[in-house]
C-alpha cells in the first residue's frame, strides 16, 4: 500500500489508474464534468487544485480513499491508497462515499 501525502503523489495515482484504464485526459475530463486542464494540473500535482474535483476524479477513476485511526497500524494516522493495479473498477459502487451528483 502507498501513501498519498503530496499532491505529486495524488497526481501520479490518477495518472496511473487513467492509463491502465485506457483513457486520455479528455475521456476522463468529460465523464467526471470538469474541464480537460484540471486533470492535466491535478495529474502533474498542482497543489491548488479544488478538493471536491479531485474527489470526483478519483471516484470516477474508481480510487477509494481511506483513513486509518491512530492505533491501528504502521502510520495508522495517514490517509493510504492501495495500488492502482488493485482498485476496483470505475463503475463499482460505493455506498459510504457521498453522491457527488452534478457538483463535480
Given amino acids: 500500500m502507498d501513501f498519498i501525502d503530496t ?17 486520455t485526459q ?17 495529474e502533474s500535482g498542482k497543489p491548488t487544485c479544488q478538493l471536491g474535483k479531485a ?18 497500524g504502521p502510520m495508522a494516522d495517514t490517509a493510504a491508497v492501495p495500488s492502482a493495479d488493485t482498485l476496483p473498477g470505475p463503475g463499482d459502487a460505493y455506498p459510504d462515499l457521498p453522491d457527488l451528483g452534478d457538483e463535480a
Wanted: proline share 2%.
Fill in 7 to 23: 499532491p505529486g503523489r495524488f497526481g501520479s495515482l490518477v495518472r496511473s489508474r487513467r492509463q491502465a484504464l485506457g483513457m
Fill in 26 to 42: 479528455r475521456d476522463l475530463a468529460l465523464a467526471v464534468n470538469v474541464g480537460e486542464r484540471f486533470i492535466v494540473d491535478l
Fill in 55 to 72: 474527489l470526483a476524479v478519483a471516484k470516477g477513476l474508481g480510487i477509494r480513499l481511506t483513513h486509518q485511526t491512530a492505533g491501528h
